[in-house]
């Protein structure tokens, strides 16, 4: 059974640089699992952020990046800002299935 | 601008089949290059992928934990896709969304399900 894991949660400043990782139990994230991240605020949608491990979103704002680190997915947000408080999601691709992480709740503090 | 919408019955007994739609409007489902998928999330708990169908119906790909009850299904003429889930109990409570699914890009507002006698 696949696995994805994500830190339950993390705290960052306001104003502070926090990354959230994303890893597989398969072994090594690598651009073929097409990572995608995402943001959801208490009783809305998810919104995809990034995709294909670095690509933004026209909504996605400057602050937010992605990238492959040590072994695992990563969501970099620099610059965090009150608003970026929510759980956020990654979500692999496995060739004919797709596993999402349990999520990250951020909170800015 | 792409809108997707689901619908379906928000109570379903346990061990029927709940089958939900997802209709597109903004845009073509058929001869596009993607994915279209269906994501389920319970109360206070995270992300589960159900499945996806490419726009032409084929391949489709279900979650392994998944499978055996799953059917997702495409109807390019009405520019709908479809989800059928059988043998529903309590732990399939939960909202329901479809999405496209190559870039997450586009998501509908989700429906809830609740299965209860």
């Known amino acids: 059974q696949t696995v994805v894991t994500q830190e339950p949660s993390l705290t960052v400043s306001p104003g502070g640089t926090v990354t959230l990782t994303c890893a597989s139990s398969?072994?090594?994230?690598?651009?073929?699992?097409?990572p995608i991240w995402f943001q959801q605020k208490p009783g809305q949608v998810p919104r995809a952020l990034i995709y294909?491990?670095?690509n933004k979103h026209s909504w996605t704002p400057a602050r937010f990046s992605g990238s492959l680190l040590g072994g695992k997915a990563a969501l970099t947000l620099s610059g965090v800002q009150p608003e970026d408080e929510a759980e956020y999601y990654c979500l692999l691709q496995y060739g004919d299935a797709r596993f999402f992480g349990g999520g990250t709740r951020l909170t800015v503090l | 601008q792409l809108q997707l919408q689901e619908s379906g019955p928000g109570l379903v007994k346990p061990s029927e089949t709940l089958s939900l739609t997802c209709s597109v409007s903004g845009g073509s489902i058929g001869g596009t290059p993607y994915f279209w998928g269906w994501v389920r999330q319970p109360p206070g708990k995270g992300l589960e992928w159900i499945g996806s169908i490419y726009s032409s119906g084929s391949p489709y790909h279900y979650s392994p934990s998944l499978k055996s009850r799953v059917t997702i299904s495409v109807d390019t003429s009405k520019n709908q896709f479809s989800l059928r889930l059988s043998s529903m109990t309590a732990a399939d409570t939960a909202v329901y969304y479809c999405l496209r699914e190559k870039t997450g890009d586009y998501w509908g507002q989700g429906t809830l399900v609740t299965v209860s006698s």
């Open positions: 294909d491990t670095s």
């Open positions: 398969t072994g090594v994230v690598t651009s073929d699992y097409y």
